[in-house]
């Protein structure tokens, strides 16, 4: 468990929108309702997406996990709740440098280095909104961070109605990444942004746009920024993917 060590809240910002401005808030003014038994997905269409579009919410999130395991005082060996839904099938990983034959350390390595582990949280799904929805409906995952820009047209395999009031009953919060409108900010720096730079490096591609991304971020604080959407207006969006009855 690499990341309770290195890392404290002390290494993030989270701020929201407020009017033109950002606003300083803590971590449980941004998850006032947050119980470490949460279960967390975070959708990637393509295996770089979620790292480097929710590399400080994730770390975030790990951190405090861990602070509210620190609070009672004992040893522990435990991780968060997180699960990375990846784009892919059978051994072929969605990349950005195109599909890719991928063993299961490279395909969860970068994901591991953030506290996403053990590989069973790693998840190979098609890359289709609706294959990605029922991923996150069977895992019973209650919090995620969805592609904002990954919105189903048609669906050839709907899923069933009481998936959609499943969802609905279960569903916490849910944020759109890789949006123009975000309004809610995290900052990742110290030790935190090191770790995120550590898991960029596993990436098992080596393209120029991974190193370029890398080389951008040495010595930098790292943001991510997302949209708040209410768990209803994203089933909304996903409607085609569920039938009427």
């Known amino acids: 468990m690499h990341t309770s060590d290195r890392i404290t809240q002390s290494d993030f910002e989270y701020l929201s929108l407020q009017g033109s401005g950002l606003v300083g808030m803590s971590f449980s003014d941004a998850y006032p309702d ?33 602070d509210r395991l620190r609070s009672k005082g004992d040893t522990f060996f435990d991780y968060p709740l997180h699960h990375a839904f990846i784009g892919g099938q059978g051994t072929r990983v969605r990349t950005r440098n195109g599909d890719l034959d991928l063993s299961t350390g490279e395909l969860g390595g970068a994901w591991g280095w953030l506290d996403v582990w053990p590989e069973t949280n790693w998840h190979l799904c098609p890359a289709t909104p609706a294959s990605m929805l029922e991923a996150v409906f069977r895992h019973q995952v209650n919090r995620v961070y969805w592609p904002a820009s990954f919105m189903p047209d048609e669906v050839d395999t709907p ?28 900052r990742a720096a110290g030790a935190a942004a090191d770790v995120i730079r550590e898991s960029l490096e596993r990436l098992p591609v080596s393209g120029s746009g991974n190193r370029h991304a890398l080389d951008s971020m040495a010595g930098r604080r790292i943001d991510n920024r997302f949209k708040a959407v209410e768990p209803e207006a994203f089933l909304e969006d996903m409607s085609v993917c569920f039938t009427d009855e």
């Open 34 to 66: 947050y119980h470490p038994q949460d279960r967390v997905g975070f959708v990637s269409p393509r295996l770089e997406d979620g790292i480097y579009g929710l590399s400080a919410a994730v770390l975030g999130l790990a951190t405090g996990f861990y």
């Open 159 to 186: 899923l069933s109605h009481y998936a959609r009031q499943l969802l609905s009953a279960r569903l916490k919060s849910v944020w759109y990444y890789d949006c123009d409108d975000g309004d809610v900010e995290v």
